[in-house]
């Protein structure tokens, strides 16, 4: 089996990259580190292998340049008064949606409703460096946890309110959102240690089916939805609970699954059953429990140039939720 070559970015943030070439752990390297402290909460890679970074220290979008010697950092724009950002998506080509929100690290909740959509596009030929930036919508008052985000297609998205624990959509055509999937058993919060009321987590759409993550209960679920409203077209499916904190993710090209584990401190790669229906296989690709390779993985983009195709980016938050060794 091949594997894909993985970066990451750390923060202590960091930006980790790994490649399906290589079939070892040790195939990682760090491409960024950013000052501490520092948490990167989502990333995504452009068309030209640029790569998009929102931060939840602060509510500042960063694109770092990947192949420069030294790797490249540009502040692309900043959304005070809100504390942080979040999710990222591209909705049509070099047109991305991003969350902000006022998150408080401390006890990692929001006053409802604090959560707002933009959009960031680098369409234009004008903007291909500096995008043009706008707000699209604040989101709906019982908003609890607007976290992860993906493309239904080029008018929608789908949002994971985490805390509540359900699935929303945002027609950016209409600017209405809709709840169109609430399903307790796989989105609700589970008990932890730390009372944190996060439920789903990342999400991903993909070829019919909305993918998605419940970090305490280490769970990776999918749901076929309609590919215009998003709303569920059937019963929701557990392809795994064997992902210890499952956080964001990216799919290779074969269908693979590249999951981050947050304060599991690891990278897995999550494969569908070879014939038939079945639980998904899961391997660790990087990282361990109490090592820092790793430390504290958000979430993952997969490379999309020739230089880079094959290579998983994984963002981190450096250990900054839960200390490795409880140290760092």
Same mark, same amino acid.
Request: contains cysteine.
């Given at each position: 089996?091949?594997?894909?070559?993985?970066?990451?970015?750390?923060?202590?943030?960091?930006?980790?990259?790994?490649?399906?070439?290589?079939?070892?752990?040790?195939?990682?390297?760090?491409?960024?580190?950013?000052?501490? &402290?520092?948490?990167?909460?989502?990333?995504?890679?452009?068309?030209?292998?640029?790569?998009?970074?929102?931060?939840?220290?602060?509510?500042?979008?960063?694109?770092?340049?990947?192949?420069?010697? &030294?790797?490249?950092?540009?502040?692309?724009?900043?959304?005070?008064?809100?504390?942080?950002?979040?999710?990222?998506?591209?909705?049509?080509? !070099?047109?991305?949606?991003?969350?902000?929100?006022?998150?408080?690290?401390?006890?990692?909740?929001?006053?409802?409703?604090?959560?707002?959509?933009?959009?960031?596009?680098?369409?234009?030929?004008?903007?291909?460096?500096?995008?043009?930036?706008?707000?699209?919508?604040?989101?709906?008052?019982?908003?609890?946890?607007?976290?992860?985000?993906?493309?239904?297609?080029?008018?929608?998205?789908?949002?994971?309110?985490?805390?509540?624990?359900?699935?929303?959509?945002?027609?950016?055509?209409?600017?209405?959102?809709?709840?169109?999937?609430?399903?307790?058993?796989?989105?609700?919060?589970?008990?932890? &240690?730390?009372?944190?009321?996060?439920?789903?987590?990342?999400?991903?759409?993909?070829?019919?089916?909305?993918?998605?993550?419940?970090?305490?209960?280490?769970?990776?679920?999918?749901?076929?939805?309609?590919?215009?409203?998003?709303?569920?077209?059937?019963?929701?499916?557990?392809?795994?609970?064997?992902?210890?904190?499952?956080?964001?993710?990216?799919?290779?090209?074969?269908?693979?699954?590249?999951?981050?584990?947050?304060?599991? !401190?690891?990278?897995?790669?999550?494969?569908?059953?070879?014939?038939?229906?079945?639980?998904?296989?899961?391997?660790?690709?990087?990282?361990?429990?109490?090592?820092?390779?790793?430390?504290?993985?958000?979430?993952?983009?997969?490379?999309?140039?020739?230089?880079?195709?094959?290579?998983?980016?994984?963002?981190?938050?450096?250990?900054?939720?839960?200390?490795? !060794?409880?140290?760092?």
């Amino acid at each position: 089996m091949r594997f894909p070559t993985l970066s990451t970015l750390f923060s202590s943030s960091l930006l980790l990259q790994w490649s399906t070439a290589l079939a070892t752990r040790n195939s990682v390297h760090t491409v960024h580190q950013l000052p501490k &402290p520092t948490w990167i909460e989502n990333i995504a890679a452009r068309a030209d292998g640029h790569l998009l970074v929102s931060l939840l220290t602060t509510p500042d979008l960063n694109l770092i340049n990947p192949f420069a010697n &030294p790797p490249a950092t540009t502040l692309i724009h900043s959304f005070p008064p809100d504390l942080g950002l979040l999710g990222i998506t591209e909705i049509t080509p !070099n047109k991305f949606v991003i969350l902000s929100g006022n998150l408080s690290l401390t006890t990692i909740t929001a006053p409802p409703g604090e959560f707002a959509a933009w959009l960031v596009d680098f369409s234009a030929p004008a903007h291909s460096t500096t995008p043009a930036i706008r707000k699209l919508s604040q989101l709906p008052s019982d908003t609890g946890l607007a976290n992860g985000l993906t493309a239904l297609n080029p008018h929608t998205v789908l949002i994971s309110d985490s805390t509540p624990g359900r699935l929303l959509s945002y027609n950016l055509h209409t600017n209405t959102f809709a709840t169109v999937l609430a399903d307790p058993a796989t989105m609700a919060p589970a008990p932890n &240690p730390g009372n944190i009321k996060i439920g789903i987590n990342g999400l991903k759409y993909r070829d019919g089916y909305a993918y998605y993550t419940n970090i305490y209960i280490s769970g990776l679920y999918r749901v076929a939805v309609d590919c215009e409203t998003g709303a569920a077209r059937g019963v929701v499916e557990t392809l795994t609970t064997k992902l210890g904190e499952a956080d964001d993710f990216a799919f290779t090209e074969r269908g693979d699954v590249v999951v981050a584990t947050d304060s599991g !401190n690891t990278v897995l790669l999550v494969s569908p059953p070879k014939k038939g229906k079945g639980e998904w296989s899961v391997k660790t690709i990087a990282g361990a429990k109490d090592a820092l390779t790793v430390a504290g993985g958000t979430s993952v983009a997969m490379g999309r140039t020739a230089k880079d195709r094959g290579v998983a980016y994984v963002a981190t938050q450096g250990g900054l939720a839960g200390p490795v !060794n409880g140290v760092v």
